[in-house]
């Protein structure tokens, strides 16, 4: 992960238990880039501001903000495409395949695979992971034993939740397919503003308005007008690094009626004005 983040961890941990479970804290840059299979299972989350993330994994595609009460599972063996927008702190345990395999054994009824998920509202495995870097006290062999217990309580954690079973009833309730979201989203980067008008993006999804809502901010963790607007506010970051255009015409790129209105949008997204984030910024 050293080598993905192009950053050491703030702090690394290697829990004294047969299985070589390790934990990481991390505070990384923005990145886009392809992270090869681990030969571990890794379950993360997510400590500072909550940042918009994406994740390709062969045909399926997932995005969501990742917060503080969410967690992401990765199974071994799979390799993803990450598109992460802004920095991030989070913290990751290393967990080995053999370690959910004895765990799933001791549990009843029949073995079913592991499923990957995406910054999944998790509030238990959060609470879990950010306790793995905390001391219990300071000495050395009961803040080990601190975390192998630890470690024990999210190996079952993950096998209760993350089975095909489990993944299975969370989708009952859960967001938009990822071929529906994938749609979404596209439509709502259009330059045409029939797109991504509300009643047009619910349509295109076969759902009523208020459904197709609930489930966008499901997937995402924003609604489709906070999505739109984070958006916007990227698309104009990235123009502000262009010193020679012009902020007015940044604004009617991006739809504002007027520089005020775009100024207010801006300031509001990133704490500064656009000419104080261009001087900033160069």
Request: some cysteine; charged content about 20%; hydrophobic content about 40%.
């Amino acid at each position: 992960m050293q080598r993905v983040l192009r950053t050491a961890p703030i702090e690394s941990f290697s829990i004294d238990d047969p299985f070589d479970t390790r934990l990481a804290h991390w505070k990384h840059a923005p990145f886009h880039e392809v992270v090869l299979p681990m030969s571990d299972h890794v379950i993360m989350t997510y400590l500072g501001p909550m940042q918009r993330l994406e994740r390709r994994s062969g045909r399926q595609y997932s995005t969501g903000m990742g917060r503080r009460g969410s967690i992401t599972f990765i199974p071994a063996g799979s390799s993803s495409r990450w598109d992460i927008h802004g920095p991030m702190e989070i913290v990751q345990l290393y967990l080995a395949p053999e370690l959910l395999e004895q765990v799933a054994r001791e549990c009843p009824g029949p073995t079913k695979p592991l499923i990957e998920s995406t910054v999944r509202p998790d509030n238990i495995m959060s609470t879990l992971l950010e306790m793995t870097l905390n001391s219990a006290g300071g000495l050395v062999h009961l803040d080990a034993l601190y975390r192998q217990q630890l470690a024990t309580l999210i190996a079952i954690h993950i096998v209760k939740t993350h089975s095909g079973l489990a993944e299975m009833a969370s989708k009952a309730y859960g967001g938009l397919s990822p071929s529906v979201l994938r749609m979404s989203l596209e439509r709502l980067s259009s330059e045409n503003e029939d797109d991504f008008s509300l009643g047009a993006l619910a349509e295109a999804a076969n759902l009523s308005r208020f459904h197709f809502c609930r489930a966008f901010k499901k997937s995402t963790g924003l609604t489709p007008h906070e999505w739109l607007r984070q958006r916007r506010m990227e698309q104009a970051v990235a123009m502000l690094r262009d010193s020679a255009m012009p902020i007015t015409d940044i604004a009617g790129v991006l739809g504002y009626a007027t520089l005020t209105a775009f100024s207010v949008a801006f300031k509001r997204h990133t704490g500064l004005t656009p000419s104080e984030w261009r001087r900033t910024a160069g």
